[in-house]
């Protein structure tokens, strides 16, 4: 899970250049969707998970929002993003 997170800040958090145009956006956007579908799908394992635990992270209530690109959009998924590395991180110290 720990190179989960790590993937995410390098790829997502830091991506270079940040996502500027609706295109770029767009981008980002599929490629959250696509890591939060494969650490979900790694949650899943209940050998070392628990059905909890995949909840935890898939299932988000209120969102506290993050102001960082000056874009309503990617700042909506980035407080996403955030509020999800969070809980992975809970995730691995329960583990």
């Given at each position: 899970?720990?190179?989960?997170?790590?993937?995410?800040?390098?790829?997502?958090?830091?991506?270079?250049?940040?996502?500027?145009?609706?295109?770029?956006?767009?981008?980002?956007?599929?490629?959250?969707?696509?890591?939060?579908?494969?650490?979900?799908?790694?949650?899943?394992?209940?050998?070392?998970?628990?059905r909890?635990?995949?909840?935890?992270?898939?299932?988000?209530?209120?969102?506290?929002?993050?102001?960082?690109?000056?874009?309503?959009?990617?700042?909506?998924?980035l407080?996403?993003?955030?509020?999800?590395?969070?809980?992975?991180?809970?995730?691995?110290?329960?583990?």
């Amino acid at each position: 899970m720990a190179d989960r997170i790590d993937w995410a800040v390098q790829n997502l958090l830091n991506r270079k250049p940040p996502p500027k145009t609706t295109a770029e956006v767009a981008q980002w956007e599929r490629d959250y969707n696509d890591w939060c579908v494969d650490v979900s799908g790694k949650l899943g394992n209940r050998v070392f998970f628990t059905r909890a635990d995949q909840l935890h992270f898939d299932t988000l209530g209120f969102v506290e929002p993050v102001v960082v690109s000056g874009n309503p959009e990617l700042d909506r998924l980035l407080s996403q993003l955030r509020m999800k590395i969070e809980r992975l991180r809970d995730v691995i110290s329960w583990a």
